[in-house]
C-alpha cells in the first residue's frame, strides 16, 4: 500500500518503528499487542502464532499478528531468550477521550540484558556489560537491572576482558568504542552475544569517587546512558558503583571454571554434579546469588577468609541455634528483587505482602544470631537492619487476601483510611437498604411481585409488568418502558444509588490512589533493604556452608607463609558427594616448600584428572572460606588457579585441540606466579610425539625454572620421569596399579616415584575392544619396545657455553670411549652390563640403565 494510503494508525506505527529498527514493536491496540510488516512475518514464526494481514483487500496487505496484552510477557520472554530486542509501545490516553488517533508512546524497550520480568523467575543474576576503551586498557562495567549490583574494573587486554564477560555469563554487551573485526568476531561469532552500541554518556553525580579511573567511568555512563534509554525511566534501585580488580580475587580463567566443573557440569551444562550443587544448602534466592558469587570469586586476602571461617566454625558449634536459624530464612523472599520492582514502578499488592512477611522474620532472625553470643557476628548482627517501621506500614495498609492487580480493589486494608472505610460501608450496607426499600415499596404499593432490578444503562429501578401498573404510586417516574412491562424510580432509590455507585467508583479510584502512595513510602527504604539483603544473603550463605561441612565431615582448611600443600586424605568434594554410598578413596597430596612441580604417570581411567582437580577444588573451597573434604588440610593462599583438562575442540572458533592446549599453556606461563596453582594434563599429546615431548619438557623447565608455581603436570610420556635427576624441584608420583595374571586394577591411590609402564591395552580391553585386536596391539607393542629406535631426552643446555658448529664439512670430533683402556677402572661397568636383562626391560627402565652407566663411567 502507498505510504500516502495508510491509515493515520498506521503511520503512527511506522513513526514509531523508525526509532527501533533493531526491536520487535510490540503496538498496544486495545486488548492485543500487534506486529506489522517484517516484525509480524518473523515473529509469527518465532512464537507460532497466527500470521493475518491488514487490509486484506487492498493491493498490499499488510502483514500482521499479535498476543494478548495480558499473557503478552511469556511472548516477549521467548524473543529476548533468543537474543532479539522488544520495544513496547503503550496507548498513552483513554481510547473513549482521545481525539483522532489514540497516542502512544514506547514505555519500555526489554533487551537480553535488560529483562527484569520474567514469566519463569529465575534466582540467577543477569549482568548487562558495557566495554569501552582508551587504546591502552579496556574498562568494563556491569549491572543487574533487577538487583541494582553495579560494579567496574580496567582490564589490560582483549583476552582478559573476554574470559571476564564469560565469568559473567553476560548476553548483551553495550560497547563504547570501534570494535576491530577481530573483536566483533570473537564476541558475537564466537560468544554469541548481543551488541548494542551507546557513544553518549549519562553523567551521574553518585560515579564521581576517587578510586575509579577515567575509562571505568566512561564505561559506567554509557551503561547507564543504554539502561535509560532502553527504561525510560529513573530507578533509584541502582546501588552505588563499585569498584574491584581482578587480582583482589583468586584468578581463573572461565575454560578453568568450566573444566572444574565449578557452577554448573560442564558435560550436562546443569547444576547437578558442579561445586555450586554440592554447597548449596541456602534457603533464600539472595543467597543462592551471593554463593555463586561467592564460588566464581574466592577470596585472596586471608584475613577475609578467616572472618567466614570463624563464623562457620561458631555455626557448627551451635546446631539448635543454627537449625532455627534456617528454619527463620524459610520464610524470607527475594528482598534485592522486590526492591527493584517498587523502583520500576512494578511492585504489586502481592510484592509489598512478600516484602512484609519478609519484614516480620527479620527481628527472630536478628535475634537468633544474638543468642550465638559470639563476637565473629557482632558486624553481621549490626548489618541487620528490622526496619519495624516499614513493616508496620505494610502490615496496617495491604490487605493479607489482597489481589496481585492494583485496579480491582480489595487491595487496602480496612482502617487503613477512614474515606475509603465509609465507601466500603456505603457499599456494603447499600445492598440491605435496597432490600428494605423494595420491602417497604412493596407493602405500600400492593404489588406482590415488586422488586428491584439493576443494570448499566438504567441503575436501579422497580420492575413492574403491565397488568400492575395501575398499582404504582404517584412517586414513581418511569425510566424504561418495554414490551410487557415497565421500569420506574424513585428519589430515594436514585439517592442511594448516587451514594453506591459514587462509593464504587471513588472507592476503587481511592484505593489505587492509596496504594500508589503507600508504593512511593517503601521506595524511599531501597537502599536500606539492598543493605538487609546484602546481610540476610551472607547469613544464608554461611550457615549453608556448615550444614555441607557437617553432612559431609569436612575440616577447616589451615594456611600457611611458607608455600607448603598439606591435604591428608583428600577427596574430590563433588565426585565423593555424586558417588552416594560407594566409598570414595582419598589421596594425599603433598608439596614441601622446596617442591614445584608434581609429575604425573599412570594409565588413563586411574584418577589422574581427579586427583588434580581435588587439589584445585580444595584451593577454591577453603578460599572462598568453606570447609573442605580431607582429614587435614594446609594450604597457601593461592593468586591463581590455570588449568589445561580435559581436550575438546573448539570447533566453533576453528581451533583444534592441540591450538587450545598451547593457548592455555601461554596464558598459564605469562600470567603465573610463584603463588599460583598449575594443573596440566596430558599437555602435548595433539602433536606428533617427538613435538609434544619436547614441548612439555620445555615447559616443564621453564615452569620450574622461570615461574615457581606449584604445578602438577600428568603425562603419558614416561621419558619425562627422568627430569627428577636435572630439576631440582620436581618430584614423581604415580598412579599405582595391581597387575595379577594378566589383568589390571587401578587403585586410585597415588604413590611416589614414576609408573612403570602405560597399560593403555588393559584399558582397552576394559572398553571392550575385540580379543584378537587386544592380542595384535600386544604384539606391536612387544616388536616396538624391543626396537632399536629409543626416545631419550636431552638435557637442558645453557645456550651460552653451546659450541658453534664447524663452518667446513668436516664431521664434528667425537670421544671415543675406550672400555678396556683400564680394565681396572671399567670393571664395575662390564660387570653391571653382564647382569642387565635386556630382554625384561621397559624402554623407560632400559633409559635408566643407560643413564647410570653412563654415570659410573
Sequence with gaps: MAKDKLSPGMQQYLDIKKDYPDAFLLFRMGDFYELF??????????????????????DNPIPMAGVPYHSAQQYIDVLVEMGYKVAIAEQMEDPKQAVGVVKREVVQVITPGTAVDSSKPDSANNFLVAIDSDGKALGLAYMDLSTGEFFSTILSDFSSLRSEILNLKAREIVVGYDLSETEQHHLVKQLNLLLSFEKDRYEDVHLVDQTLTDLEISAAEKLLQYV?????????????????????????????????????????????????????????????????????????????????????????????????????????????????????????????????QTLSQVPKIKAILESFASPYLDKLVKDIDTLPELESLIRSAIDPEAPAVITDGSIIRTGFDETLDKYRKVMREGTSWIAEIEAKERAASGIANLKIDYNKKDGYYFHVTNSNLSLVPDYFFRKATLKNSERFGTAELAKIEGEMLEAREESANLEYDIFMRVRGQVERYITRLQDLAKAISTVDVLQSLAVVAENNHYVRPRFNQQKEIYIEKGRHAVVEKVMGTQEYIPNTITFDEQTTIQLITGPNMSGKSTYMRQLALTVIMAQMGSYVAAEAVNLPVFDAIFTRIGAADDLI??????????????????????????????????????????????????????????????????????????????????VATLEKGGDVTFLHKIAEGPADKSYGIHVAKIAGLPKSLLQRADSILTRLESGAAKLQLLPEVDSSVVEETPVNNEEPKVEQLNFFADDTANQEVIEALRKVNLMNLTPMQAMNVIYELKNML
Design 228 to 356: 535509560h534509554t532502553t527504561q525510560k525511566r529513573e530507578l533509584s534501585h541502582l546501588q552505588k558503583l563499585v569498584h574491584y580488580d581482578i587480582k583482589d580475587y583468586l584468578q581463573m580463567s572461565y575454560t578453568t571454571k568450566s573444566s572444574l566443573d565449578l557452577l554448573e557440569n560442564a558435560r550436562t551444562g546443569k547444576k547437578h554434579g558442579s561445586l555450586y550443587w554440592l554447597l548449596d544448602e541456602t534457603k533464600t534466592a539472595m543467597g543462592m546469588r551471593l554463593l555463586r558469587q561467592w564460588i566464581d570469586r574466592p577470596l585472596v586476602n586471608q584475613e577475609q577468609i578467616d572472618e567466614r571461617q570463624n563464623i562457620v566454625q561458631v555455626f557448627l558449634d551451635h546446631f539448635f541455634e543454627r537449625s532455627d536459624l534456617t528454619d527463620s530464612l524459610k520464610g524470607v523472599y527475594d528482598i534485592e528483587r522486590l526492591a527493584s520492582r517498587v523502583s520500576f514502578g512494578k511492585a504489586n499488592p502481592k510484592d509489598l505482602l512478600q516484602l512484609g
Design 37 to 58: 510488516y517484517e516484525d509480524a512475518v518473523k515473529a509469527a514464526q518465532i512464537l507460532e502464532i497466527s500470521l493475518t494481514s491488514r487490509n486484506k483487500n487492498a
Design 653 to 734: 572458533s576453528g581451533q583444534s585441540t592441540f591450538m587450545v592446549e598451547m593457548m592455555e599453556a601461554n596464558q598459564a606461563i605469562k600470567r603465573a606466579s610463584q603463588q599460583s596453582l598449575i594443573l596440566f594434563d596430558e599437555l602435548g599429546r595433539g602433536t606428533a610425539t617427538y613435538d609434544g615431548m619436547a614441548l612439555a619438557q620445555s615447559i616443564i623447565e621453564y615452569i620450574h625454572d622461570h615461574i615457581g608455581a606449584k604445578t602438577m603436570f600428568a603425562t603419558h610420556y614416561h621419558e619425562l620421569t627422568t627430569l627428577s635427576t636435572t630439576l631440582t624441584q620436581l618430584v614423581n608420583v604415580h
